[in-house]
């Protein structure tokens, strides 16, 4: 046997063991250590004394002297594995956990368990309630802001005047006619509504809501329109700004609205 052409180093080899289910892999070895250092280092990784074992290679090469080193049987530098063979009628490997098929196992009905107020499930599903809990809030604080945001009514009526003119979507025109809430439509906020008199029939009602009357208009002419989602475009604004050819941003129809209020406190119309 040549020395020269033996594995030097490390060798990783698997370990299996005729008490125990599970495979060890790649287990580092020493080339260099003795049989006797390996059944060692075996002992400390499954619990067999390494008085009451046989070592085989790759299952069929018994390692039988405790003082030769591992490099002596020739073992691959990987992809080999060594089988034990655990003769101790005491050995402590038989009680590892590494083999659970011969352990009676701890069982319990689910009526029991359901009653456990310790156990996984109801750990589990008390952090569920806790996080609905906190996303129910987290939207509740988010309502409450927005409610808190939006205008009172008497904000509203201050800026929405009735006879005021106005423009919508859809280059609908009309006059405020009214300004204020509407129980009849509902809503999950407190909405405010404008109620509104087309000049032409592109309404949805004459001004009343299931019966009760807000303000007075011809039939398809009339129509409520949320102050939340409606917000006014003045019809002077727009005629001023088409004549001074402005373009339609924030800052020139703010400018419009200021001209448009100033005609109005003058007496122009």
């Known amino acids: 046997m040549s020395v020269l052409n033996l594995p030097t180093g490390t060798i990783h080899l698997d370990i299996t063991h005729n008490l125990l289910a599970q495979r060890f892999a790649e287990i580092p070895f020493d080339a260099t250590s003795t049989i006797l250092a390996v059944k060692e280092k075996i002992h400390r990784i499954t619990g067999s004394k390494p008085e009451y074992v046989t070592l085989k290679l790759n299952g069929n090469v018994v390692l039988d002297n405790d003082s030769l080193p591992l490099f002596a049987y020739s073992p691959s530098a990987t992809g080999g594995f060594i089988h034990v063979i655990d ?46 809990e906190q996303i129910v ?29 106005c423009e919508v979507k859809g280059n609908k025109r009309g006059t405020v006619a009214f300004v204020g809430r509407v129980p009849e439509i509902p809503s999950i906020l407190p909405v405010i509504w404008v109620g509104l008199k087309y000049d032409e029939p592109v309404g949805k009602n004459d001004g009343t809501v299931n019966g009760k009357r807000y303000f007075d208009a011809s039939k398809g002419y009339g129509t409520f329109a949320s102050f939340v989602v409606y917000i006014s475009l003045f019809y002077y604004c727009r005629k001023i700004r088409s004549i001074l050819m402005l373009p339609k941003i924030a ?9 448009v209020v100033l005609f109005v406190f003058l007496g122009f119309k």
């Open 137 to 165: 809030q987290t939207q509740t604080e988010k309502n409450e802001e927005a409610l808190r945001k939006l205008p009172s009514l008497e904000e509203v009526q201050a800026r929405v005047k009735i006879g005021m003119r």
């Open 251 to 259: 800052v020139r129809d703010l400018f419009c609205f200021v001209v």
């Open 87 to 132: 003769f101790d009628p005491m050995s402590v490997a038989k009680d590892l956990c590494f083999e659970n098929s011969n352990v009676e196992k701890y069982t319990i009905s689910e009526d029991e368990y359901s009653k456990r107020a310790d156990s996984a499930r109801v750990f589990k599903q008390r952090m569920l309630q806790m996080k609905k």
